[in-house]
């Protein structure tokens, strides 16, 4: 979810994916948010900093007066589906549904961002290099540092952190299908990563190119990032997509009643969240 292609989108996923008690005040906090994650990539000086304040002012309205009606909408729909207890296959098209409620946000803002990428000097360049350089160095330890039975450990606390915000506390047979589902991750990590630094190379290349049109150059490397993922990368992506649909599936099966009930009140909260925000005129 940090790869500079997504500058504007990266937190906008927050709001519709991360278990965050209180929504409305990541959202409503955007505007100082987002450049402050930029900050970890590159420095901007005054100007840019000026432009980019002005125009994320724009999309973060657009996005609430046309995006967010649209995610209400998407939660809405899955009421009658999380009143059962679908299987796998049910839960594949909502989770894509899901995935694709981020890319109008993408498309719109990616020419905003290609412009100012575009703008950006060689020292600005060298700058995102070193600060993406550093970030592949953290997420390779994090995610294959130590023995396969340490790295199943921490994905089995990360995803169990994330679930119980959820559902509240997994029972021993629901925990017991977040390890199978854990351990099928391991042989998915290296094409994401290696997509990653295919994509940063790609930007990185095409910024050290003379500048010429440089905007239009990045523009279908923003657009579509995942185009730079290669056929690892998608088989990888799409056996995450059928363990997560299993998962899912396994875990609302085997709910307990509080559990179906602390989802229902966490996704009413979401709702009401989402629907009570003042949009910015």
Known sequence: MTRLARLFALLLALLA?????????????????????????????ATQSAWLDARLDEHLAW???????????WL???????AGSPGADRLKAPLLEARSLLQPT???????????????????VDELDENLAAERAELHERFLGGTPQERLQ?????????LENWLGPLHPQQ?????????????????????????????????????????ARLLPLLGDPERYGGEDYRRAAERARQALADLLSELWA???????????QRLDRLRDDLAGLPCRS
């Open 17 to 45: 994916l991360a278990a965050c008690s209180r929504l409305e005040l990541v959202y409503r906090n955007l505007d100082w948010l987002i450049p402050w994650k930029l900050d970890d990539y590159l420095s901007l000086d």
């Open 175 to 215: 925990r017991a299908y977040l390890r199978f589902w854990a351990a099928r991750q391991e042989a998915g990590v290296r094409p994401w990563l290696e997509f990653r630094q295919r994509w940063q190379a790609q930007l990185l290349t095409e910024l050290r190119r003379p500048s010429g049109d440089r905007a």
């Open 106 to 124: 993408l498309e719109r803002v990616a020419p905003d961002t290609a412009h100012l990428l575009a703008g950006l000097d060689a020292v600005q």
């Open 63 to 73: 996005h609430c007066r046309h995006e967010l009606p649209r995610y209400l909408d």
């Open 254 to 264: 085997s709910a307990t009643t509080d559990q179906r009930a602390h989802l229902t």
């Open 154 to 162: 921490r994905r089995v606390e990360r995803m169990e952190q994330r």
């Open 76 to 82: 809405e729909r899955q009421r009658p589906l999380l």
